[in-house]
T-cell receptor, first 122, second 117 residues
Framework: NAGVTQTPKFQVLKTGQSMTLQCAQD?????MSWYRQDPGMGLRLIHY???????DQGEVPNGYNVSRSTTEDFPLRLLSAAPSQTSVYFC?????????????????????FGPGTRLTVL | AQKITQTQPGMFVQEKEAVTLDCTYD???????LFWYKQPSSGEMIFLIY??????QNATEGRYSLNFQKARKSANLVISASQLGDSAMYFC??????????????FGQGTTLQVKP
């Protein structure tokens, strides 16, 4: 298994350009998510998906779109890049989504992270 | 208010010694999970250890153990017999049942660990 893969590894954009960050996993995981990592702020959830055809917003969704047409792929789209979107982007997956209201403390549900994409917007 | 607090921005440890990385958390949830991740200079996030709020025993994974003190809301990571390859940034994270099916992990700001030969 390749695990979670992300492309590209590095990208430089100009303000206003659009691009898609690719994420794929070959573990048949239902749940996938996107995080961004900014200095001194840890990681923050952008969007997530609990299965093919189902996506929803996380903590910082503005400026980003996602889709999930297959179990394997979960691309993140920047429609009009802004300097505030300069960050490192991580895609993650886990075998199953958390159950709403489920007992997290008993639900060991490791998230596997991809290698990250370092994006700079000038 | 910070949900996950890692008060040590940077730490040094001598090779082969043990080191404790601090993590305190804030939640009103009874059901939550605590995670530690390692991020080496290459940038990837590597899962180390998990502790569920209902687990009565401290989690252990090889040289990693989690010192879980529920009443104090702390989940410190202990690395025994440090190795040069342990030099990295370490993140504590929490998932609450309040987050529903978002799967959202709340991360601390991280602690940079440097292991000295």
């Amino acid at each position: 298994n390749a695990g979670v893969t992300q492309t590209p590894k590095f990208q430089v954009l100009k303000t206003g350009q659009s691009m898609t960050l690719q994420c794929a996993q070959d573990m048949n995981h239902e749940y996938m998510s996107w995080y961004r990592q900014d200095p001194g702020m840890g990681l923050r959830l952008i969007h997530y998906s609990v299965g093919a055809g189902i996506t929803d917003q996380g903590e910082v969704p503005n400026g980003y779109n996602v889709s999930r047409s297959t179990t394997e792929d979960f691309p993140l789209r920047l429609l009009s890049a802004a300097p505030s979107q300069t960050s490192v982007y991580f895609c993650a997956s886990s075998p199953h989504p958390p159950l709403p209201g489920g007992t997290v403390g008993l639900d060991y549900n490791e998230q596997f992270f991809g290698p990250g994409t370092r994006l700079t917007v000038l | 208010a910070q949900k996950i607090t890692q008060t040590q921005p940077g730490m040094f440890v001598q090779e082969k010694e043990a080191v404790t990385l601090d993590c305190t958390y804030d939640t009103s949830d009874q059901s939550y999970g605590l995670f530690w991740y390692k991020q080496p200079s290459s940038g990837e996030m590597i899962f180390l250890i998990y502790q569920g709020s209902y687990d009565e025993q401290n989690a252990t994974e090889g040289r990693y153990s989690l010192n879980f003190q529920k009443a104090r809301k702390s989940a410190n990571l202990v690395i025994s017999a440090s190795q040069l390859g342990d030099s990295a940034m370490y993140f504590c994270a929490m998932r609450e049942s309040l987050s529903g099916n978002t799967g959202k992990l709340i991360f601390g700001q991280g602690t940079t660990l440097q292991v000295k030969p």
